[in-house]
């Protein structure tokens, strides 16, 4: 749905996974290395975000290094929301190599 060519079907998408988001990690995360459309890619971080799943914190965690300053956003929101040993572990290693504030 969220490849619709409707904007309101592609939302309602991205709503209905939003509220199921931690019962599709493992299928949000492969869908989100196979991503190359920017938007869908800030959608599926975001949603991988919303898991609140310490499955989500590999990717999580590679985006913290990225250039792309939406995805380090939602990397940075996500690993926030985990509130885990790792993930605090993670931002900490990220501030110090200067990659987030």
């Known amino acids: 749905m969220m490849?619709?060519?409707d904007p309101q079907r592609?939302?309602?998408?991205f709503d209905f996974l939003r509220e199921h988001a931690d019962s599709y990690v493992?299928?949000?995360a492969a869908e989100f290395d196979r991503e190359s459309d920017h938007g869908l890619r800030c959608w599926l971080l975001e949603l991988l975000s919303e898991a609140r799943s310490p499955d989500a914190l590999p990717v999580l965690t590679v985006q913290l290094a990225n250039d792309d300053?939406?995805?380090?956003?939602w990397?940075?929101?996500g690993l926030e929301m985990l509130d885990t040993r790792e993930s605090r572990e993670a931002l900490h290693r990220a501030r110090a190599n200067g990659w987030i504030d």
Request: aromatic share 6%; charged share 45%.
């Open 3 to 5: 490849r619709a060519a």
């Open 10 to 13: 592609r939302e309602d998408g």
């Open 26 to 28: 493992a299928e949000l």
């Open 69 to 73: 300053e939406a995805l380090r956003f």
């Open 75 to 77: 990397a940075v929101r």
